[in-house]
């Protein structure tokens, strides 16, 4: 079996955040959807930064370490300072809303709009040519 692409990540995103497909009813149901939704669209965030580097540097893409891959992006073979600043902001944002604490509330579906919204916008920026 493949991987999931990023692409797909974030349309099994949409569709919980929808409440629709396979999952989408018994996600919101049983009040797990937030948390799910979230550890996709971080999903969809990690498989883009590693299709970038397989395309512009794939020694960097068998880096087991995301956090350098991340760290990397704003280096010379990176797409720029913007980039790596957002892709690590959407980042540490999605990995505190995928982790459950008693103390906290879910996300919303207004805030993971808005995460899915920015990783669609970063996929699309990682997929474009290096300078």
Same mark, same amino acid.
Not at 18 to 38: D, K
């Given at each position: ?9 974030? =349309? =099994? ?7 629709? @497909?396979?999952?989408?009813?018994? /996600?919101?149901?049983?009040? +797990? +959807? ?18 970038? +580097? ?13 956090? =350098?891959?991340? $760290?990397?992006?704003? @280096?010379? #073979?990176?797409?720029? *300072?913007?980039? =790596? ?5 959407? +980042?540490?944002? #999605?990995?505190?809303? /995928? ?6 509330? *879910?996300?919303? *579906? *207004?805030? $993971?709009?808005? $995460?899915? /919204? ?14």
């Amino acid at each position: 079996m493949t991987a999931p692409t990023p692409r797909r990540c974030l =349309a =099994a995103a949409d569709q919980l955040l929808r409440g629709a @497909g396979p999952l989408g009813t018994s /996600a919101v149901t049983a009040g +797990w +959807w937030p948390r799910a939704c979230a550890c996709l669209i971080r999903i969809a965030l990690e498989r883009g930064i590693d299709d970038y +580097w397989r395309r512009v540097r794939p020694a960097v893409a068998k880096c087991r370490q995301g956090r =350098a891959k991340q $760290l990397m992006l704003r @280096g010379r #073979l990176g797409p720029g *300072a913007e980039v =790596a600043r957002r892709v690590t902001f959407a +980042w540490t944002t #999605l990995s505190a809303a /995928a982790h459950h604490h008693c103390y906290e509330l *879910a996300p919303t *579906a *207004a805030e $993971l709009r808005r $995460l899915h /919204a920015e990783v669609s916008t970063l996929l699309t920026r990682l997929g474009e040519e290096p300078r």
